[in-house]
């Protein structure tokens, strides 16, 4: 059977790419012919800490050869105590975050819709403030919160109990969206009702890596808990160690009331993810919000094991940090070599962004790094911006190879242009 003749159109990602895929290791994937893609893509960032990592795969087939439990709803099994143990141990509490965890699903949206169904029965309040160029997931409260107009233009219902702001630099940083959200909460004239919720991204991945600055987080903390707004920080994409610490929050010095996380909290690309929220916030009747998939097992044994292997101490962060570093003078120097084309470089540890001034261009320059060899996808309103998203764990070697690759695919489309 061709298959793809019968899978629906809404593939996107293979027309990208077309070849078949059959390996993956570390930070390549291998193609049916045997070919080496080096991935700067990791699954989205649901593979920070690569593909097929030997730790996690160890502790996976054990598992497995042990008949361990695969589907359990939300009983008690080892699995899910070694994993609460873990997480406990080396993120909540070196950090001192007061947080109960919720296994909302498998996937984002489904941490997003949780924290949006439990700030709202919180506070009895309905509207949730969100801002331009966020995206939160594919389901319909998640697509109320979202920015993209394609994506929410799927919806087909009307999305609405939102108020949308300016994300920190929009409109290249001519309109501030706190001091309109403050000022319009001081107004009773200004037409807003006291929201339920505001929920933000530190870094808008799938918006074009716009990276809020520290002080804006912070002073977007400081409005909600002055005027009793519950803080979610989706960190389903940025959480995790992409930016350096293991929550992108961090850096800014504040603690939200509710955090989304999913993507790489399995470590190993299985589906899972967790809503945290503040201890005096868990006001859910047993059953209230569930799902069947959020006994993902074998997602609970490598989530421990990636606790165990990189969040042990200050190691991986302070390399991501490090990294950071040469990928922002890398595209520092491609944005001076190409001022008339590039117009922005964003990012932070080791997620980041080159936007063009024509989106074409960017698509242009992603096809050329697949031609030779580099996994990198756009982003942006316009996918006018090239994301990387190197694993973690890739080698110092695999990191200049793959910016080797990125600074000729810049240099070849420009001249084609």
Not at 56 to 70: C, H, N, P
Not at 199 to 226: F, M, S
Not at 313 to 328: C, N
Not at 390 to 399: G, I, K, M, N, V
Request: glycine fraction near 12%; charge should be negative; proline fraction near 5%.
């Amino acid at each position: 059977m061709n298959v793809p003749t019968i899978e629906s159109e809404v593939r996107s990602y293979c027309r990208n790419w077309p070849v078949e895929f059959e390996r993956a290791a570390g930070s390549r994937m291998f193609d049916r012919d045997g070919r080496a893609y080096l991935d700067f893509f990791a699954g989205a960032g649901a593979l920070n800490y690569g593909h097929n990592h030997p730790v996690l795969k160890r502790a996976l087939i054990s598992y497995l050869e042990q008949d361990g439990v695969t589907h359990s709803l939300d009983m008690l099994t080892l699995a899910k105590q070694d994993f609460l143990a873990e997480f406990a141990g080396r993120v909540l509490g070196p950090r001192r975050l007061d947080y109960r965890v919720q296994f909302p699903g498998p996937t984002g949206t489904n941490s997003v819709e949780a924290a949006l169904k439990l700030a709202r029965k919180v506070t009895g309040r309905q509207t949730v403030v969100a801002f331009t160029g966020g995206f939160h997931g594919m389901s319909l409260g998640s697509l109320a919160v979202t920015g993209n107009a394609s994506k929410r233009g799927g919806a087909g219902v009307p999305l609405g109990h939102t108020w949308r702001l300016p994300y920190d630099g929009f409109a290249g940083g001519e309109v501030s969206g706190l001091k309109l959200l403050d000022a319009m909460l001081a107004d009773s004239s200004s037409g807003m009702d006291l929201p339920a919720a505001v929920i933000v991204e530190t870094v808008q991945g799938e918006g074009g890596v716009n990276a809020a600055g520290p002080v804006w987080l912070a002073d977007l903390a400081e409005i909600c808990r002055r005027r009793g707004i519950l803080l979610i920080i989706d960190d389903i994409q940025m959480g995790c160690g992409r930016t350096g610490p293991f929550f992108s929050f961090e850096s800014a010095g504040i603690i939200p009331d509710i955090v989304c996380l999913s993507k790489s909290i399995s470590g190993y690309g299985l589906p899972m993810a967790l809503t945290l929220f503040r201890t005096e916030l868990d006001v859910w009747e047993p059953g209230e919000h569930n799902g069947t998939f959020r006994g993902n097992n074998p997602a609970f044994v490598t989530a421990a094991a990636a606790l165990r292997e990189f969040w042990a101490d200050s190691t991986l962060e302070k390399q991501t940090a490090g990294r950071g570093l040469l990928f922002e003078e890398t595209l520092r120097e491609l944005a001076d070599q190409y001022p008339a084309h590039v117009s922005e470089l964003r990012g932070r540890g080791l997620v980041w962004g080159l936007a063009f001034r024509e989106p074409d261009l960017a698509g242009r320059v992603a096809e050329a790094a697949f031609a030779a060899g580099l996994l990198v996808e756009t982003a942006g309103s316009s996918d006018e911006v090239v994301k990387l998203l190197p694993p973690l764990t890739s080698t110092d070697a695999e990191l200049a190879e793959g910016l080797g690759i990125l600074r000729e695919s810049v240099r070849s489309a420009v001249n084609a242009s």
